[in-house]
């Protein structure tokens, strides 16, 4: 027999949430400018097509490009790191090659930036390569011509380097004391007499930006509290994109946010940010990125391969277990734009097989 007060109250469950998911989903588009718009229809055979025939060569060519740099990052991120003659003609060249990667495809490389780190690694090496993949799909999407982009990537590659003499604090389990914290704002500074060296190799823009990439538009960063257009652009892209790698990982004192999570504070501290960045952040990175898997609220998981950018909240999901936690033969496409109600609970941990209640 039909339980209708058990029926009345999923369906007020289900109100609630797409009430308060359309509430959401009208402040990111204000806050971006943008108004909503009737999405634009999605032909779901051509995603399909289009994943199977390029998402194993582009894996396999991110995959390939993403060591390269963090074998590069393991070689500079280290306590007796010192500059030698060369290393920014060597960091040169593997910008280029990624740059090159991101312009024909980004969904290998946002994959990789969405999973946890290693278990038991070091993470200050994964970070500075994930900010520098970020940054530059930001740069891409602002157009910024090869040299540019060159002096973006760089930039972003060796944005840290002067936490190389502070190793001990970032890697501690513990919220860091107020003196601990203000030793870690010298870094900006420490980086500045690490690159000494490497005058006449490393463009005074690249400087700037790595010195300057924890100021904020609204004065409240450091090292020297700089505002508005006292900040390089480079920097403001370094800054916006380190600062959302670093919340969607998790860290030894704190665990990881969700993208829903990371893009609700930005937009809370906008004023520390250029608007145009956050919006570009939004649209190719994404509330829900390509290839992060997420729980829908009939319990089925998958992974998201195509965002809808006038309704963040409601991309397209390729399910590939059902609710009882059983692989499907035949992935199912689900349009979150055009089921309403049908939506992302939850950002799952790993991929894997779901655990069974």
């Given at each position: 027999m039909?339980?209708l007060?058990?029926i009345?109250k999923?369906?007020?469950?289900?109100?609630l949430?797409?009430?308060s998911?359309?509430?959401?989903?009208e402040?990111?588009l204000?806050e971006l400018g943008?108004?909503?718009?009737?999405s634009?229809?999605?032909?779901?055979?051509s995603?399909?097509?289009?994943?199977?025939?390029n998402?194993d060569?582009n894996?396999?060519?991110?995959r390939?490009?993403?060591d390269?740099?963090?074998?590069?990052?393991?070689?500079?991120?280290?306590t007796n790191f010192?500059?030698?003659?060369?290393?920014a003609k060597?960091?040169?060249?593997l910008?280029t090659?990624?740059?090159?990667?991101l312009?024909n495809?980004?969904k290998?490389?946002?994959r990789?930036?969405?999973?946890d780190?290693?278990?038991?690694?070091?993470?200050?090496?994964?970070h500075v390569?994930?900010?520098?993949v970020?940054?530059?799909?930001?740069?891409?999407?602002l157009g910024?011509?090869?040299t540019?982009?060159?002096e973006?990537?760089?930039?972003?590659f060796?944005?840290?380097v002067?936490i190389?003499?502070?190793?001990d604090?970032i890697?501690k389990?513990?919220?860091?004391h107020?003196?601990?914290?203000?030793k870690?704002?010298k870094?900006?500074?420490?980086?500045?007499?690490?690159l000494?060296?490497a005058?006449?190799e490393?463009?005074?823009d690249i400087i700037d930006a790595?010195?300057?990439?924890?100021?904020?538009?609204?004065?409240?960063?450091y090292?020297?509290?700089?505002?508005?257009k006292?900040?390089s652009e480079l920097?403001q892209?370094?800054?916006?994109?380190?600062l959302?790698?670093?919340?969607?990982?998790?860290?030894?004192?704190?665990n990881?946010?969700s993208p829903?999570?990371?893009v609700?504070l930005i937009?809370?501290?906008?004023?520390?940010f250029?608007?145009?960045?956050?919006?570009?952040?939004?649209e190719?990175?994404?509330?829900?990125?390509?290839?992060v898997?997420?729980?829908l609220n009939?319990?089925?998981?998958?992974?998201?391969i195509k965002e809808?950018?006038r309704l963040?909240?409601?991309?397209?999901?390729?399910?590939?277990?059902?609710?009882?936690?059983k692989?499907?033969k035949?992935h199912?496409l689900?349009?979150l734009s055009?089921?309403?109600?049908?939506?992302i609970?939850?950002?799952?941990?790993?991929?894997?097989p779901?655990?069974?209640?």
């Amino acid at each position: 027999m039909l339980n209708l007060s058990s029926i009345l109250k999923k369906y007020r469950q289900k109100k609630l949430q797409l009430d308060s998911e359309k509430k959401v989903n009208e402040e990111i588009l204000e806050e971006l400018g943008m108004k909503e718009e009737e999405s634009q229809k999605i032909e779901l055979s051509s995603v399909i097509k289009n994943d199977a025939q390029n998402d194993d060569v582009n894996a396999k060519e991110a995959r390939i490009i993403y060591d390269e740099l963090l074998a590069k990052a393991k070689d500079i991120y280290q306590t007796n790191f010192s500059y030698k003659p060369g290393l920014a003609k060597e960091i040169n060249s593997l910008i280029t090659k990624l740059t090159s990667s991101l312009s024909n495809d980004q969904k290998g490389f946002l994959r990789i930036f969405l999973h946890d780190y290693p278990s038991g690694q070091e993470y200050l090496c994964f970070h500075v390569v994930n900010t520098c993949v970020i940054s530059l799909i930001i740069g891409i999407s602002l157009g910024y011509d090869s040299t540019r982009l060159s002096e973006l990537g760089t930039a972003a590659f060796l944005h840290d380097v002067g936490i190389i003499k502070y190793l001990d604090l970032i890697y501690k389990k513990k919220i860091l004391h107020e003196e601990e914290y203000a030793k870690i704002k010298k870094h900006p500074k420490t980086s500045l007499e690490i690159l000494k060296s490497a005058q006449g190799e490393i463009a005074q823009d690249i400087i700037d930006a790595i010195m300057q990439e924890h100021e904020r538009l609204d004065g409240s960063g450091y090292p020297q509290g700089l505002k508005d257009k006292q900040i390089s652009e480079l920097a403001q892209i370094i800054g916006l994109a380190d600062l959302y790698e670093a919340m969607v990982h998790q860290r030894p004192y704190r665990n990881k946010f969700s993208p829903l999570e990371t893009v609700k504070l930005i937009l809370n501290n906008k004023s520390a940010f250029d608007c145009r960045i956050i919006k570009i952040l939004i649209e190719k990175i994404g509330i829900f990125p390509i290839g992060v898997l997420v729980r829908l609220n009939t319990q089925e998981i998958g992974t998201v391969i195509k965002e809808n950018p006038r309704l963040p909240l409601r991309p397209v999901v390729n399910v590939f277990y059902d609710a009882a936690g059983k692989q499907l033969k035949d992935h199912k496409l689900i349009d979150l734009s055009v089921n309403p109600m049908i939506f992302i609970e939850e950002c799952m941990e790993c991929v894997g097989p779901p655990q069974k209640k």
